[in-house]
């Protein structure tokens, strides 16, 4: 009976991982950076992020709003009895438990997706931020939790950096899909910023906050365990790559296309962030 559990176990991280293969090549890649043993709760954690993402995002022919809160109660349902038969979210509740992840970090996900639903601009600081937090901070912030196997002291040391580290990734996101969620999605993110006239001014400052949440982000990769270190950095690499190209274009260009890093430039990216490591000139 034991084999059979710990079967269903595997197939259900199974699941999570295929799903997040299919959907992020650039995020399974850097899963793979990662100590081996920190694959399958990072997997957990994604397949149920692009779940509940996708739910908001892509199906438009159904009752979202529905469908987001069945999700919402079949999650707590199967962290409560540590079990589901969606594959998805049993690997995830096995994850929560293994890694003591707080409860509020998931409400404050589902909040944020909810905000998806209802929201398509952002008036003020306040309500951006939020979104950002419950978006993107918080996911940083479970695989944080794996990353320091239950160190708890370990993991609040780090809670800082990781949040601008998981800000600056959904600002970057923001800036690169500009066009695909103002026209297929109907959002804007940036607060008091008009897409259909994209200042150069109004491209400076989203730069200049990012820089900064890059900045702090940083400094916690460096305090990071060994066994996620890489994998981490390499992300940062690659997203700050992405950043300063970015940088160069005008804003009427983000506003027409999509900015994107070519694959060969990835494996660069690649190669380069293994030598600082091994160099440790992070």
């Known amino acids: 009976m034991e084999n059979k559990v710990k079967l269903y176990e595997q197939v259900a ?37 692009r779940v509940a993402d996708e739910i908001v995002d892509s199906f438009h ?13 079949e999650t707590y349902e199967a962290i409560e009895k540590k079990f589901s038969t969606n594959p998805i979210l049993h690997s995830f ?4 438990h293994e890694y003591k992840i707080q409860h509020d970090l998931i409400e404050s996900f589902f909040k944020s997706m909810e905000m998806d639903l209802d929201k398509k601009a952002y008036h ?34 780090l809670v ?13 996101n923001f800036l690169r899909d500009l066009k695909e969620d103002y026209v297929d999605l109907k959002r804007t993110y940036f607060p008091n910023v008009d897409f259909d006239n994209l200042s150069e001014a109004d491209k400076d400052a989203i730069i200049l906050d990012i820089e900064n949440d890059f900045q702090n982000g940083l400094e916690g990769i460096r305090r990071l365990p060994l066994s996620s270190r890489f994998g981490v950095y390499t992300a940062f690499n690659y997203y700050y790559k992405l950043f300063e190209k970015i ?6 260009t983000i506003q027409q296309e999509r900015i994107r ?6 494996f660069f990216i690649l190669l380069e962030s293994y030598l600082t490591i091994q160099l440790n000139r992070i």
């Open 13 to 49: 991280f199974e699941n999570s991982e295929s799903l997040t293969k299919r959907y992020s090549t650039s995020f399974s890649s850097a899963i793979r950076l990662l100590h081996p043993k920190l694959h399958a709760p990072i997997y957990g954690i994604y397949g149920f992020v």
């Open 160 to 172: 800082a950096p990781a949040r601008a580290l998981g800000s600056a990734f959904q600002k970057i």
């Open 124 to 157: 003020t600081q306040e309500e951006y931020q939020s979104y950002i937090y419950g978006s993107a901070e918080v996911v940083g912030l479970m695989c944080l939790a794996v990353f320091c196997e239950g160190n708890k002291d370990y993991c609040n040391s």
């Open 93 to 96: 509740q096995s994850v929560v």
């Open 261 to 266: 890093i070519p694959d060969i430039r990835k």
């Open 247 to 252: 940088k160069k274009v005008p804003a009427k």
């Open 61 to 73: 022919h159904i009752d979202q709003a529905a469908t987001l809160a069945a999700f919402k109660k």
